[in-house]
């Protein structure tokens, strides 16, 4: 619905539109009830407003006394512009345009809330000077005061943001070490790379006490901690502060590795909440000269005839030298043992770190001989040392195989090494051996089995017990019941012997044998062994004799009565 209004007029026009019908007639009016055609209560309403002036316009026209009100009226509209226009004056001058690219440039809205600056301070010295002479009074000096410290604050408010823009913290350099504990910590190097001092004064000529007072080429309250890739921490202590970092004056800080990385995200907060997490890769400090070994299974446990498995990882410390080899002291001879690829399963003796790559992988493969000895003995741990060693270091060193090195003295080779356990285990193994699993018997015969049993582990067998479960009323015995050691490779033999019930039936029974040992109070079970027993029934020789003799005499018979037969 389209809605007219009627004309509201400006604080300039002191007098309702009523009064100009005298100079534009009354077409204002027919307009005005035209556009409400069909409205009537609007209309009505418009009627009751406009009447009274319609009346004094067409009745009696324009009095002296209307013209010297008119002539009043407009004095005072006069008068009203002009104290409008002063407060529209005094009011622009308290503010400063405000232009809404500041917030986008920076600069170029500090260079304008300087000049502001600068015209607010003029003024309020001329202001001073004017009241000093007295020609103005206390309330627009102190009018005038006011509006030199907006302009002081706007001005400090754009200088302290176009300097918390330009403020930037970089990370110089990140070393990773190797404590002589075996940790790891990195060492950081922060610096403050804003230059902002010589950049503001050469666009802006910001060479004032203010300006200095601001410094420019300090950050404060800088926070950093190192991050992984799942963004969390993992520095020790988790976040260390810098107070003031300087422009030209790097600071460095060290974190301990709560978590082995080679790259790592450097988390700064500084100035105003500004933040950076720039994700770096750390170098190695190469100062040291040496490759820093460390491995997961450091002691393992290995059963006599087996073999173990050391994986290792080795990180170059070196800016000399990339070529490296692998050497094992302190390992019986009697246990085979050399280098391999993980990746590759491939045999290494020597290995070279390349550009792209300062972590390698190895692993050490050990064997133990199938027997104990005097330098390999059960449970014992056997301690050695994994060396890698530089080339020309190595060379010489090849010459001492067969020493027994003592840690000082491969501390003094300021080579990387690492410290491995190997413990000689052994797990007993029985087998028992039958010759003869089948028997065949007369019920009224005593039985008797022999087997062998055997330890074929590699570790002795305690309280070797053999146990039979005969048919019911079957007598057993075992000889002897219990064998209380058994060594590796040792063999004893057991006889067993049944005795059948004497009206036992004629067939085949078997029986079951079960031997059981402990193995370092751990059970050691073997094969179960069935035997078979055939038990014949008794012949009785009276009844076979006359079954003889009557097959016998029947036979003979029938041989006489052919013959007889053919002769007729």
């Not at 190895?362 to 056997?382: H, N, T, Y």
């Not at 003869?436 to 067998?461: C, P, W, Y």
Request: charged fraction near 25%; glycine fraction near 4%.
């Amino acid at each position: 619905m389209k809605k007219t209004l009627i004309r509201t007029f400006s604080p300039f026009e002191l007098t309702p539109p009523a009064f100009f019908w005298e100079e534009k007639g009354e077409k204002r009016f027919e307009t005005l009830k035209l556009s409400f055609f069909g409205k009537r209560e609007r209309l009505q309403h418009l009627t009751r407003l406009f009447s009274p002036s319609l009346k004094k316009r067409r009745g009696r026209g324009r009095s002296s006394d209307g013209v010297q009100s008119a002539g009043k009226i407009k004095n005072m509209r006069f008068i009203f512009t002009l104290a409008l226009l002063a407060l529209f004056a005094t009011s622009a001058l308290s503010q400063v345009n405000y232009n809404q690219r500041d917030d986008q440039y920076r600069l170029l809205g500090l260079k304008r809330a300087k000049e502001a600056y600068e015209v607010a301070r003029a003024e309020y010295e001329r202001q001073k000077s004017l009241f000093e002479k007295g020609l103005i009074s206390q309330v627009e000096l102190s009018g005038m005061r006011n509006r030199f410290a907006d302009a002081e604050v706007n001005y400090q408010q754009s200088l302290l943001a176009v300097l918390f823009e330009k403020q930037y913290v970089s990370v110089n350099r990140a070393v990773k070490f190797q404590t002589k504990d075996g940790r790891k910590r990195v060492r950081v190097q922060l610096a403050n790379t804003s230059g902002g001092s010589a950049e503001f004064r050469k666009l802006v000529n910001l060479d004032d006490e203010l300006f200095r007072s601001l410094q420019p080429d300090v950050i404060n309250d800088v926070y950093v901690s190192l991050l992984n890739d799942e963004n969390t921490i993992i520095s020790n202590p988790y976040e260390r502060k810098i107070e003031e970092l300087l422009f030209g004056k790097p600071a460095e800080l060290e974190f301990e590795l709560l978590q082995d990385l080679d790259a790592v995200t450097v988390s700064i907060t500084y100035g105003s909440g500004t933040q950076r997490t720039p994700k770096i890769y750390l170098q190695k400090d190469s100062s040291v000269n040496k490759v820093l070994l460390q491995s997961e299974q450091f002691s393992q446990e290995a059963e006599l005839g087996g073999s173990a498995t050391f994986t290792m990882s080795l990180e170059l410390f070196s800016g000399v030298n990339n070529t490296f080899k692998l050497e094992v002291v302190n390992l019986p001879q009697q246990i085979t043992r050399y280098f391999t690829d993980p990746a590759s399963q491939a045999r290494l003796s020597q290995f070279k770190f390349n550009e792209s790559s300062n972590t390698r992988r190895a692993a050490l493969q050990v064997f133990l001989p199938d027997r104990p000895s005097d330098e390999v003995v059960m449970d014992k741990p056997i301690p050695f040392y994994v060396l890698v060693l530089p080339q020309e270091q190595a060379q010489s060193f090849e010459s001492s195989n067969g020493k027994v090195w003592t840690p000082e003295e491969i501390e003094k080779l300021n080579a990387g090494f690492i410290r491995l356990e190997l413990v000689p285990a052994g797990k007993g193994k029985l087998l028992v051996r039958a010759p003869q699993l089948f028997h065949t018997s007369k019920a009224s015969d005593a039985i008797a089995f022999t087997m062998d049993v055997v330890n074929e582990g590699t570790r002795r067998l305690d309280n070797v017990l053999v146990q039979v479960d005969p048919p019911m009323n079957w007598e057993k015995s075992v000889e002897p019941a219990l064998i209380a050691a058994l060594n590796i490779a040792e063999e004893k033999r057991v006889t067993l012997n049944i005795n059948p019930p004497q009206n036992v039936a004629a067939g085949r029974y078997e029986i079951r044998v079960r031997t059981t040992a402990l193995s370092d109070n751990q059970p050691v079970i073997a094969e179960d062994k069935t035997f078979t027993v055939e038990i014949q029934s008794e012949t009785n020789l009276l009844g076979i004799s006359l079954i003889t003799m009557l097959v016998l005499g029947l036979v003979l018979g029938i041989v006489v009565f052919g013959v007889k037969l053919s002769r007729r």
